[in-house]
């Protein structure tokens, strides 16, 4: 009995026992959780915060509850009481990482604050959480080094730092990283060697270090030690020498790309070793000799670059074993051979071909059919013969069809009006005759049609009006007749249309005119008839029209004057009369554009001036012509006696105002100069006087807002004014861009952006007073030859570096920070040196950070960011994006138009041939500057990303463009003035 009440007495001590140290070790918990959640807070209070949704949850919950915190809050997750994990991928926060509570997380075992806006550089007390194992903070704005205290964090298996701005050497300390499995540093400024030390991660499966600077040979690489390897991206930096035969040693490798590097040699035979191998890219780089026949027994394999190279022979027949290839990318190489050798039966699940731009021959064979998972064919710039094969039309899922610049001949195979999947047709210069197929009419996915350059004869099928997703129509330089269907005018997608050089008859389709996204329209060099059709202002976007070499007669409609984007139009040798409208540009164009046509008159050098004997006259009966003058005299001599009275009354009856006074008051209400050294009231006399009272003579250009003069100035010199338009109805908008413009550029200093000079407004007038650059736009100076040879390479270089300058101090050295919103190449001008002014801020927006920044869309066809066309928020990524158009349009010498969907689609890296993109009217540029141009477009290519998020900022644009063309361990400070 006293055992039992012993036993007894034993359990309740050990059971209060128990309840006092579950008590302590949970107050110990909330005690714990509590600090973490403080900390927490403190550094929310630090950070910008975009995205306010996601974070709300973060605060302290009623007092009962308070012990949860913060492990019910959004990103946060707790064991045994302490935050063990936070993940914040893409949660909109910015900020320093500086202001990171290290030292309060003890317990943290994962933290992702990858996706967001975080700057400044990687802190050494990252070192304090020493229980890391997954460590990512990619896709920021990180800058500096790496640190070495990173080697401290043991427990790591995962680091991931790609895509920021991270520069210097990749340390050798990540060595000490025993545990690590993953790494991906790619897409930051890294340089040097890969370090030895990586030698030490024998527990390495995933390593990308692609997108940097790194320098070395692949001598150096510590095959033997890293035999766990599955992923290895060496792409996109500066490796060179050859593939040694060490890299066999990597049997594991499943993903293997060294593309874009400078690798030379040939490919080594021991690659066939790699049998695990799915995906190899070695394109763009220096190899030579011809394709390892190894390659054959890579039996995994179903991507295959090799693209970019100076490969040349056979295409070896032992591709014929990979029959899980999906990818096979040839193209840009010197290979030779009949195409009747390409293992066609083998490659069954082939999707993407790409053989163009070598030189291979023969006729396509009809085993061509076989490849029915087939989407892209690309055989362009070869030199293949015979007729297109009837057996094409088997290849039911075809998009993409590239046989153009060959020497294929016969007539297009009716057959291709089966492939339905077919959204881009090209067979461009070959010596294909007969017929246009009225089957292509069918094709109703069809974006780009390119048929030029051929012997097609006959009329252009009416079933092309069918075609609702053409955007581009090129049926130049062939034997086309008859009229042009006026079915056209139902293609609404269409911005590209060429007919030239053909013997089309008969009238221009007025349809053709509701054509509102038509960009480029080339109908010269035909046999066309009648009038040019006065509602030609319904093609809004035009910037190219050549109507050149026909037989059309009356007179340039005046609605010319309506199309804000014409930028280059040739209306030569015609038979067309009468004065010519005004047109932005008339004075780039000159004469040339009007030569050929006797009765046009205009102020222009080289035509006959529209005297009042020409254009004043009045027709009667019989054709007998009198001189309007003769009626018009007398009735303005009896309109001014009229005016002469009542002004005698009025000013008898009105007090005397002296006209000093008079010019007093106009000043007072309108000029203040920013510069003391001037004298307002002098300036404001002298531009009126310098530009006639803003006379159309004195005209340089023409906005949407306002129109710009020339003015010589006797106490300032040269300057441009911009007058802006009378408001009218549009006051309240007028007067926006006016002051938009004025608080945009009053505190800009920065040696890429225009200098504003002075401002007025009053009754009278509204203009502003820039610097004047003497060479004008960068758009007139790529559309005219001779001026567009003067801008070589290493100038064109420079404006993109200049315009990303100038971007950068508006983005993020102006606060609040500045968003142009209208970047395009009229709005940057060029000095006499050719280096480039970002202009014209009328439509400037002043982001605020408590603002929801939202507004009207604005900016230039072309060029707008295609989030603006369904949310009007406007972020300093809309002109990232133009940013982007821009730096392309400068290495093609025009807008590139439609280029831009093939750059940004999912085989970009694969299909950008570089020759297709730069421009045809300079110099091959060198093998280094053609570098440093494939630099600037797979920048572009970021900056025009559909997806504003994955857009780089342009910090992280100028830094790469500075650490990329040569200066050394670049800060950010050198991006400005």
């Known amino acids: 009995m006293a055992k039992s009440s012993l036993d007894k007495s034993l359990s309740l001590v050990l059971f209060f026992s128990l309840l006092v140290f579950l008590h302590h070790s949970l107050c110990l918990a909330t005690s714990k959780s509590s600090k973490e959640a403080q900390a927490l807070l403190i550094w929310k209070a630090t950070l910008h915060i975009i995205n306010h949704s996601n974070l709300t949850s973060w605060t302290f919950p009623p007092s009962n509850a308070a012990g949860l915190a913060p492990c019910t809050w959004y990103g946060i997750s707790c064991e045994a009481g302490s935050v063990f994990k936070i993940s914040l991928q893409d949660s909109g926060i910015g900020g320093r990482l500086h202001e990171f509570p290290f030292s309060s997380f003890h317990s943290l075992a994962y933290l992702n604050l990858s996706y967001n806006k975080l700057n400044g550089s990687i802190p050494s007390q990252i070192s304090q959480l020493t229980k890391l194992i997954s460590l990512d903070l990619s896709n920021n704005q990180l800058s500096g080094t790496i640190p070495a205290d990173i080697g401290?964090?043991?427990?790591?298996?995962?680091?991931?730092?790609?895509?920021?701005?991270?520069?210097?050497?990749?340390?050798?300390?990540i060595g000490k990283l025993k545990s690590l499995n993953k790494l991906s540093l790619q897409g930051n400024n890294l340089k040097g060697p890969i370090p030895t030390s990586l030698g030490n991660l024998t527990n390495m499966t995933y390593l990308d270090l692609s997108n940097n600077w790194l320098t070395d040979t692949l001598h150096e690489f510590p095959f033997s030690s890293l035999l766990n390897l599955f992923y290895l991206?060496?792409?996109?930096?500066?490796?060179?020498?050859?593939?040694?035969?060490?890299?066999?040693?990597?049997?594991?490798?499943?993903y293997l790309d060294l593309s874009n590097n400078r690798l030379s040699g040939n490919i080594p035979t021991e690659i066939g070793l790699l049998t695990h191998l799915g995906v190899l890219g070695l394109g763009y780089n220096r190899l030579n000799g011809s394709i390892a026949q190894e390659i054959g027994k890579l039996k995994s394999l179903n991507r295959l670059s090799l693209h970019g190279n100076c490969l040349e022979g056979p295409i070896p027949t032992s591709l014929g074993n990979l029959s899980n290839m999906t990818y096979l990318f040839l193209h840009e190489n010197l290979l030779t051979s009949t195409i009747h050798e390409f293992p066609f039966s083998s490659l069954r699940n082939l999707a993407y071909l790409d053989i163009s731009s070598n030189k291979l021959y023969g006729s396509i064979p009809p085993q061509i059919s076989q490849l029915t998972k087939l989407i892209q064919l690309a055989s362009s710039d070869n030199q293949l013969s015979g007729n297109i094969p009837a057996e094409i039309g088997l290849l039911t899922h075809l998009e993409v069809l590239q046989l153009g610049n060959n020497r294929l001949r016969g007539s297009i195979n009716q057959e291709i009006g089966k492939l339905k999947s077919l959204n881009r047709l090209s067979l461009y210069s070959n010596n294909l005759e007969g017929p246009i197929p009225t089957s292509l009419g069918s094709?109703?996915?069809?974006?780009?049609?390119?048929?030029?350059?051929?012997?097609?004869?006959?009329?252009?099928?009416?079933?092309?009006?069918k075609l609702k997703s053409l955007k581009q129509m090129l049926l130049n330089d062939n034997r086309l007749s008859g009229f042009i269907p006026p079915e056209f005018g139902d293609l609404i997608n269409l911005k590209y249309l060429s007919l030239r050089n053909n013997q089309l008859s008969h009238e221009i389709p007025i349809t053709l005119m509701k054509l509102y996204y038509l960009s480029l329209l080339d109908l010269s060099n035909n046999l066309l008839i009648g009038h040019i059709p006065s509602s030609i202002r319904g093609l809004k976007n035009v910037q190219n029209l050549n109507l050149s070499h026909n037989n059309l007669s009356g007179g340039i409609p005046e609605s010319f004057s309506d199309m804000p984007r014409l930028f280059s139009f040739d209306f030569s040798y015609n038979k067309l009369e009468g004065h010519i409208p005004y047109i932005e540009t008339i004075n780039d164009v000159g004469f040339e554009a009007f030569r050929g046509n006797g009765k046009l008159c205009g102020d222009i050098q080289g035509l006959q001036s529209c005297s009042l004997d020409r254009k004043y006259r009045v027709t009667f009966n019989k054709g007998t012509k009198i001189p309007f003058l003769i009626i018009l005299l007398p009735l303005l001599g009896a309109l001014l006696l009229v005016y002469a009275v009542a002004g005698i009354f009025i000013i008898k009856r009105k007090r005397k105002i002296n006209p000093q006074a008079e010019e007093s008051i106009a000043y007072n209400k309108c000029l203040s100069w920013i510069s003391s050294a001037f004298d307002g009231r002098i300036m404001y006399k002298e531009i009126i006087e310098a530009t006639n009272d803003f006379d159309a003579t004195y005209r340089i250009g023409r906005g949407g807002f306002g129109t710009v003069y020339k003015a010589e100035l006797p106490s300032a010199g040269t300057m441009a004014v911009k007058k802006f338009h009378?408001?009218?109805?549009?006051?309240?908008?007028f007067q926006k861009v006016f002051l938009n413009e004025i608080k945009a550029l009053l505190e800009i200093k920065h040696r890429n952006i225009v200098k504003l000079h002075g401002f007025c407004t009053n009754a009278r007038h509204s203009f502003l007073v820039y610097e004047y650059l003497e060479r004008g736009s960068l758009a007139s100076f790529l559309r005219r030859e001779?001026?567009?040879?003067?801008?070589?390479?290493?100038?064109?270089?420079?404006?993109?570096?200049?315009?990303?300058?100038?971007?950068?101090?508006?983005?993020h050295d102006c606060l609040p920070p500045i968003v142009?919103?209208?970047?395009?190449?009229?709005?940057?001008?060029l000095d006499s040196k050719c280096e480039?002014?970002?202009?014209?801020?009328?439509?400037?927006?002043?982001?605020?950070?408590?603002?929801?920044?939202?507004s009207k869309i604005a900016g230039t066809y072309g060029y707008i960011a295609p989030e603006l066309a369904y949310m009007m928020k406007v972020t300093e990524k809309c002109d990232v994006y133009s940013f982007g158009v821009l730096s392309v349009e400068v290495i093609k010498g025009e807008h590139p138009g439609d280029i831009i969907e093939s750059l940004l689609s999912i085989q970009a890296e694969e299909k950008m041939v570089l020759k297709d993109i730069l421009?045809?009217?300079?110099?091959?540029?060198?093998?280094?500057?053609?570098?440093?141009?494939?630099?600037?477009?797979?920048?572009?290519?970021?900056?025009?990303?559909?997806n504003p998020k994955h857009r780089p900022t342009m910090h992280m644009v100028c830094q790469q463009l500075l650490a990329r063309f040569g200066f050394q361990d670049p800060p950010p400070q050198l991006c400005l003035d």
């Not at 001779?786 to 983005?811: P, Q």
């Not at 142009?820 to 001008?829: E, G, K, M, Y």
Request: hydrophobic share 40%; proline share 4%; with cysteine.
């Open 152 to 173: 401290l964090l043991t427990h790591l298996e995962v680091l991931q730092l790609g895509h920021n701005s991270l520069a210097g050497l990749i340390t050798q300390e």
């Open 233 to 254: 991206d060496l792409s996109s930096n500066e490796l060179r020498g050859s593939i040694p035969p060490q890299i066999s040693q990597l049997t594991e490798l499943i």
């Open 443 to 465: 094709l109703s996915n069809m974006t780009h049609l390119d048929l030029s350059n051929n012997l097609l004869n006959g009329s252009i099928p009416s079933t092309f009006g």
């Open 726 to 733: 009378s408001p009218g109805d549009g006051e309240h908008a």
């Open 786 to 811: 001779e001026t567009a040879k003067e801008l070589d390479w290493s100038k064109r270089l420079n404006i993109v570096k200049g315009v990303a300058r100038a971007l950068y101090y508006l983005h």
């Open 820 to 829: 142009h919103r209208d970047i395009s190449s009229n709005n940057v001008l």
């Open 836 to 854: 480039a002014h970002v202009s014209d801020f009328g439509t400037a927006k002043l982001l605020k950070m408590d603002s929801s920044n939202w």
């Open 919 to 946: 421009d045809q009217r300079l110099p091959p540029p060198s093998l280094a500057v053609k570098y440093e141009i494939k630099v600037i477009l797979e920048l572009a290519i970021q900056c025009m990303h559909s």
